[in-house]
């Protein structure tokens, strides 16, 4: 049973360009996070998705970045017009349910580390 | 809202003896779950514990257990027999039972060194 899949696992953009980052949930699991881990500091909740719906998106920057988990196919982490600032390991995170099971625990993925040049 | 404190930036331990990895929360709620990752180098999240607040007995998987205080809201971390394999980042994080999802609010991380 694959877990939770992130590509690309390395990217680099100039300043003023797009980033797109993927994640595909683990088989069976419809709730999709992401976090943000800046160089040396702990993750940061962006945003709780599930399948076509924003959930919770308080920890979102207001402008550039959006997310999105279509009916099918990955959950989209999209920065518009990059800064330097935007560089760090993007982190997407997948459970079974939404509620705060205890049994529904988070499983993460490896992690895209962006870089803007 | 809920913070999350580790104070040590950095800890080290010699191969086959015991570390203690300290976390401290604030939380005005009564329950809620805790938990302990460990990143290592590759950068993967992997979970090593978990804590429910309304449970007064310490969490134990293998070598690695907790020592929770809920009135003094600390959340430590004791790993027994350390090896080569335990260096890594750690992180504290804390989870509300109250929100919808399964959103987590991490600590700054300790970074462990094993020395063999």
């Known amino acids: 049973n694959a877990g939770v899949m992130q590509n690309p696992r390395h990217l680099v953009r100039r300043r003023g360009q797009e980033a797109r980052l993927r994640c595909s949930p683990m088989k069976g699991h419809s709730h999709v996070y992401w976090y943000r881990q800046l160089p040396e500091e702990g993750l940061k909740f962006m945003v709780y998705l599930q399948k076509e719906n924003i959930i919770d998106e308080s920890g979102m920057p207001k402008e550039r970045f959006s997310a999105e988990f279509p009916k099918e196919g990955p959950s989209i982490l999209r920065i518009q017009q990059v800064v330097r600032g935007d560089s760090a390991a993007y982190f997407c995170?997948?459970?079974?349910?939404?509620?705060?099971?205890?049994?529904?625990?988070?499983?993460f993925g490896n992690g895209t580390r962006l870089t803007v040049t | 809202a809920q913070t999350v404190t580790q104070s040590q930036p950095e800890m080290s331990v010699q191969e086959a003896e015991t570390v203690t990895l300290s976390c401290t929360y604030d939380t005005s709620e009564s329950d809620y779950y805790l938990f302990w990752y460990k990143q290592p180098p590759s950068r993967q999240m992997i979970l090593v514990i978990r804590?429910?607040?309304?449970?007064?007995q310490n969490a134990t998987e293998n070598r690695f257990s907790v020592n929770f205080q809920k009135a003094a809201k600390s959340f430590s971390l004791k790993i027994s027999d350390s090896q080569l394999g335990d260096a890594a980042m750690y992180f504290c994080?804390?989870?509300?039972?109250?929100?919808?999802?399964?959103?987590?609010?991490f600590g700054g991380g300790t970074r462990l060194m094993v020395k063999p």
């Open positions: 995170a997948s459970s079974r349910l939404g509620t705060t099971s205890y049994n529904s625990p988070l499983h």
């Open positions: 994080a804390y989870r509300s039972r109250n929100n919808a999802g399964n959103m987590l609010t």
């Open positions: 804590q429910e607040a309304y449970k007064q």
